[in-house]
């Protein structure tokens, strides 16, 4: 999340993938950040479970019985699960798709029962009725789904949205990654682009090349202890 691999677990693919060529967090500079997006956490409106708490009961009452949709090993979705799982103590069992798309239509059909994906590609589902959102994974609530708690309400410092930025080679002078940084932010100070933004479903996410980095080093271990956790591998 959004979210191609590059998003919510980008920074963490030197775990998942052991024989890559480059350091993410160390071979680049980081220029700045750009905007983050939640995932939702929602199930097949035949799950009797209306809320994250009453989902986490009924999936302790069924242990292993409930399976898990994600687009694929590794990416945003299946990792944003995979934590839930950790934190909330639930087992669930990961059903691997190659995208949104397939995911959402078996639950939709009722043949998976939960998953984490996108508010761009399920608001719709959401909005009609075909899908029941119990929570954003993000630590607050979107205007693009007001009515939707953050899943960190029922699990505390539960937060798993993906993310963009920008990134240089790290051979770059810092003068040019300050005037991008100060450009790009300037940018997304504007009306305009963050109403675009919120329509989205994302939220601007402004910062420092410092900061940036700073970020992207904490978020990289994060979730190689949520890849540690739960042995995933890239396919």
Do not use: C
Not at 81 to 88: P, V, Y
Not at 180 to 196: P, T, Y
């Amino acid at each position: 999340m959004l979210p191609p691999r590059q998003s919510v677990n980008a920074p963490s693919d030197g775990y998942m993938y052991q024989n890559l060529k480059f350091n993410f967090v160390k071979d680049i500079a980081p220029v700045a950040s750009v905007v983050r997006v939640p995932l939702v956490m929602e199930v097949n409106p035949s799950v009797p479970a209306k809320t994250v708490p009453e989902f986490i009961a009924y999936a302790k009452a069924n242990p292993g019985r409930l399976n898990m949709a994600s687009a694929g090993n590794g990416t945003p979705q299946h990792l944003a699960g995979e934590l839930f799982r950790m934190m909330a103590g639930v087992s669930l069992t990961h059903l691997p798709y190659r995208g949104s798309a397939p995911a959402l239509a078996d639950l939709i059909a009722g043949q998976v029962q939960v998953a984490f994906d996108t508010t761009a590609a399920s608001i719709g589902f959401i909005k009609a009725g075909k899908l029941r959102a119990l929570a954003l994974t993000s630590s607050t609530r979107s205007a693009a789904l007001p009515g939707v708690p953050a899943l960190g309400d029922f699990v505390p410092g539960y937060e798993a949205s993906g993310w963009y930025g920008v990134g240089a080679p790290k051979t770059i002078p810092r003068e040019i990654v300050d005037k991008l940084n100060q450009n790009i932010n300037a940018a997304l100070g504007d009306a305009e682009v963050q109403a675009r933004f919120t329509e989205l479903g994302a939220t601007v996410f402004k910062s420092s090349p410092a900061e940036f980095g700073a970020f992207i080093a904490a978020d990289t271990e994060k979730w190689a202890k949520v890849i540690q956790f739960s042995g995933t591998k890239a396919d």
